[in-house]
Nanobody, 127 residues
Framework: QVRLAESGGGSVQAGGSLRLSCATSGYTDSWKYMAWFRQAPGKEREGLAAIYPLGGVKLYADSVKGRFAISKDNAESTMYLQMNSLKPEDTAMYYC????????????????????WGQGTQVTVSS
């Protein structure tokens, strides 16, 4: 059974940084597609960054490009999201997700493309 567990969230002032971690377990196949999402109260879940580890390909949403960086440590089976220059509008619950089957690149930032999700970690950015 695939399990994902996020950590690293917290409260930070605008301009600060946080690094989120997503610990993974239960995969018997090579890691395929992984991604970070966030959801603020009253808003839809938003895709932020995706990574295809086997191909070394990364994809970012325009809202976080240049500020956030996704990475994965295959040895530790952990995915990371380095978040810099945080803004109050980055306040949300952050989730990691993964999928083992093929996903076309145009799907990588869509929540519907991922069957496995973590429970989320809260990020709060104050002005």
């Amino acid at each position: 059974q695939v399990r994902l567990a996020e950590s690293g969230g917290g409260s930070v002032q605008a301009g600060g940084s946080l690094r989120l971690s997503c610990a993974t377990s239960g995969y018997t196949d090579s890691w395929k597609y992984m991604a970070w999402f966030r959801q603020a109260p009253g808003k839809e879940r938003e895709g932020l960054a995706a990574i295809y580890p086997l191909g070394g390909v990364k994809l970012y949403a325009d809202s976080v490009k240049g500020r956030f960086a996704i990475s994965k440590d295959n040895a530790e089976s952990t995915m990371y999201l380095q978040m810099n220059s945080l803004k109050p509008e980055d306040t949300a619950m952050y989730y990691c997700a993964t999928a083992a089957d093929y996903r076309a690149p145009n799907l990588w930032l869509l929540p519907s493309a991922y069957p496995y999700w973590g429970q989320g970690t809260q990020v709060t950015v104050s002005s």
